[in-house]
Structures are given as C-alpha cells and as structure tokens.
C-alpha cells in the first residue's frame, strides 16, 4: 500500500480468477498484500495492481503471518503445505480457499500442523465476476479464534463471512451451494433456449426474468453472456468446474443422498467440453441446449 501504513501483511499463493481478485481487493482495502503464482503472466499483472510478488510459496508465507491459498488441484495444495512446512517459520495461519475433497484438505492439514500451523478450511461462494467487485461468502471452518483472528482480511474481499463450525464443515456447505449453482446454470440456459426456440430476443428474456418470480442469482450474473453468445470472459471455467462437479458428485454418493437434477447436469457440462468450451464460462452450456434444439445464432466471438 502507497502513501499510509498498511493494515498488515496477506499472503496469497495462487493468483488465478479468485485469487486475483482477493488479492487486488486486499491490497484496495489497504492490506499490503506479498503474493505468489506459479504463472509469470499472472504474477507481471498483479504487480502491477501493487500486489508484491514473491520467488516462491515459502516467500509468500514468510513474510505474512496470514495466508490464503486458492489453487487448481489438490496436488498444488500439498505442493505448498509441504513447501511452508519446510520453512520452519513462526506459527501461520493459512485459509484454504479452493474446492476440493475434505479428504485432500485434511491431508493437507496434517502437514501444517505438524510443523506448527493452522489451516483453515474456507470455500468462498462466488463467481470469477463476484470476486472481482468483493461479493462473496466465505464459509469458514476450523479454529474459531484462528477465524477470528482472519476476519478482518476476509472482510476485504467478501461481504459475509460464516463461521460453519469445524474443519471441513466450510466445504460440506460449499457442496451444497454449488450444487445449487449446478442446477440453476443449467437450468437459465434451458429456459433462455425455450425463449429463443420461441421466437423471443434473448436480451428481452433477460429483463423480463431477472425482474420476476424465476429469478435467481446465477441467472443474473450468467444469463447475460447468453444473451451475447459470448462465454469468453470466465468467471468459473468449465475445465475447473468438472473438478468442483466430481467433488460434489462424491460426496454425494459417500451420503447416498439421490440428486436427480444435479445428475441430469453432468451430461450438459461434459457435452460442454467436448464442444471446446473448456477455457469458456460454464455459460457455455447454453450453446450445447441451443445445438440440441436447433436453435442457429450467428457467433460473437
């Protein structure tokens, strides 16, 4: 932070869509913000959104007390739990802010504690275009006085956040939102094709839906780019979002919970990728309704 003293100190490890944005919002909240990616593209733009960049995992956590982790795969995670452990720095406190198995954050939980630390498990409830404005929901589980103590960093970059209870209760909560978000996606795109198919602009069926009863709030932040025919801007990919969909479906399966409607998704989302959408927004699914209907609009992109 230029021109005044900074709140404190963040770490950030992995500056993708979410993390990006948390760490841009942090340092706007006048948190000095110490940050790391394994991508140089990604490091070179968010320095130059004043967030200081790290050589390493275990630079990030050595120059903050507070870290939050928001990484692509589980085996990212151990990478950097085994990399801050072996630092032998002072006790830190990491947020784990990605979406996987309770399994894969328990091992990596392990790891820390042994050499120290805190991990907390905390699942934050957005799209790639909600963190970039701070409207998110941070479910957080773990050590209560360890949230506590994170509140105030999370505080800038989310609107809410939720202590749920211990370790792992953030990602239970996390699976059942997203599971909703599933279903809702899929299910704007279904009935913009109907629209479509029924001869109806789909700017008009945007206005007219976002303003009644069939609202929602996936319908708000998707339906525009079907209406533009243009997924090109992710805010979640649909590559990174079969991983969330495999998580969810097995957690699912180890509660023998049925899920009827989230499982007539995986279809739509898997003919998704094979249509290359994988670099796409999951709004994207509305093209593979279009192409099952007949529905023919001349490409944006």
């Known amino acids: 932070m230029r021109g005044a003293k900074a709140k404190g100190t963040v770490g950030v490890i992995g500056l993708g869509i979410m993390g990006g944005s948390f760490a841009r919002n942090l340092v706007r909240s006048g948190w000095r913000v110490v940050g790391y990616d394994l991508d140089p593209a990604r490091r070179r733009e968010l320095a130059k959104d004043g967030v200081e960049i790290a050589r390493d995992a275990r630079s990030a956590a050595a120059a903050a007390p507070l870290v939050i982790t928001s990484l692509p795969k ?3 995670l151990m990478a950097t739990a085994r990399e801050i452990a072996a630092a032998r720095l002072p006790k830190r406190i990491v947020a784990e802010c990605s979406t996987f198995t309770i399994e894969d954050k328990l091992k990596a939980e392990r790891v820390l504690s042994k050499a120290g630390h805190a991990l907390l498990d905390c699942p934050v409830s957005g799209t790639g275009s909600q963190a970039a404005t701070g409207d998110l929901v941070i479910y957080a589980s773990g050590d209560s006085k360890a949230i506590a ?6 505080a800038g970059f989310s609107r809410k956040t939720y202590d749920v209870g211990g370790f792992g209760d953030g990602s239970r909560m996390k699976f059942v939102a997203n599971l909703l978000v599933a279903i809702n996606n899929v299910a704007s795109a279904e009935a913009m ?3 479509m198919k029924a001869g109806l602009d789909p700017a008009k069926i945007f206005e ?11 319908f708000e932040l998707r339906a525009p780019m079907m209406v533009q025919n243009d997924y090109s801007k992710a805010t979640m990919k649909c590559s990174v979002w079969q991983k969330d969909m495999d998580v969810i479906g097995a957690f699912a399966r180890s509660l023998k919970v049925p899920t009827p409607l989230f ?3 995986l279809p739509v989302y898997a003919a998704a990728l094979k249509r290359g959408h994988a670099s ?7 093209d593979v309704l279009e192409a099952k209907a007949g529905v023919k609009r001349r490409k944006r992109r």
């Open 149 to 154: 103590r994170f509140k105030p960093v999370f």
């Open 280 to 286: 796409d927004d999951t709004a994207a699914v509305c």
């Open 74 to 76: 589980p085996e990212a």
């Open 193 to 195: 094709v109907m629209g």
């Open 208 to 218: 007219m839906i976002s303003s009644g009863a069939g609202n929602s709030r996936v």
């Open 263 to 265: 499982s007539a998704t």
